[in-house]
C-alpha cells in the first residue's frame, strides 16, 4: 500500500492549524507503522504549488503564499501515475487543509479529487480551524468541506478538527470508529 499525506502550507495556515495538521498526521503514521509493515509513505505539501518533501521537511518546514488545493491533489495523482499503479497498489490519501483556496480553483479541486477517490481504497479530506467550532455549525463555515460534499462517501470522507481534543475522535470516524 502507499499513503499520501497532502498538506497545505499556505499562510492561512498559522503556527496552530499546522500544529493541529501535524499532529494528525503524527498520529497516522504511527498508526501505520505500528500496523502496517509493507506500507510506503509519499509527504507531499503545497501553497498555489505542490511538491513531494522528505519526512523531516513535512513535519518541520513551514511554507506561506495562497492556496491552491488542487495542487496537492494534482501532485498525488503525478506521482501515483509513475510510481504506484491502482491495478499494483492500494492507495490512501490524506488532506489536510483548512479549507481556504481561491474560489477560480474550488471547481478544479473538486474535479480532481473525484478522479483520486476512483483510484483510491479510502480518501479523506481534513478541515483544520483555528476557533473551536461545534459539529452542528462547522458546515455553515463553508470552505473546501462544503465544496466536496457531493463527492462524500464511504470512500471520500470530511473530517473536521479545531483544536487537539477533536483530533483521536476524528481520526477514529475516519476508520469507521474502529481502530
Not at 490519501?93 to 479549507?99: E, I, L, M
Not at 479529487?113 to 479510502?122: A, G, P, R, V, Y
Not at 461545534?134 to 470552505?143: A, H, I
Request: net charge positive; glycine share 6%; charged share 20%.
Amino acid at each position: 500500500a502507499v499513503i499520501f499525506f497532502i498538506m497545505d502550507t499556505s499562510g492561512s495556515m498559522g503556527q496552530n492549524k499546522k500544529f493541529l495538521a501535524r499532529s494528525f498526521f503524527f498520529l497516522l503514521y504511527h498508526f501505520l507503522r505500528h500496523k502496517y509493515t509493507h506500507t510506503e509513505i509519499v509527504f507531499i505539501s503545497h501553497t498555489i504549488d505542490a511538491k513531494e518533501v522528505s519526512e523531516d521537511d513535512f513535519f518541520k518546514k513551514g511554507s506561506s503564499g495562497g492556496t491552491f488545493v488542487s495542487a496537492g491533489i494534482n501532485k498525488c495523482l503525478e506521482i501515483s501515475s509513475k510510481r504506484y499503479h491502482q491495478n499494483s497498489w492500494n492507495i490512501y490519501a490524506f488532506h489536510c487543509s483548512d479549507g481556504d483556496n481561491w474560489p477560480e480553483d474550488n471547481q478544479r479541486a473538486l474535479d480532481i479529487s473525484s478522479k483520486l477517490k476512483n483510484i483510491c481504497q479510502l480518501y479523506c479530506f481534513i478541515q483544520i480551524s483555528s476557533e473551536i467550532v461545534p459539529s452542528n455549525e462547522f458546515w455553515s463555515k463553508g470552505g473546501m468541506a462544503n465544496v466536496y460534499l457531493p463527492i462524500a462517501d464511504s470512500k471520500f470522507k470530511i473530517v473536521h478538527i479545531s483544536g487537539k481534543n477533536d483530533i483521536w475522535p476524528q481520526f477514529t470516524k475516519m476508520f469507521g470508529g474502529k481502530i
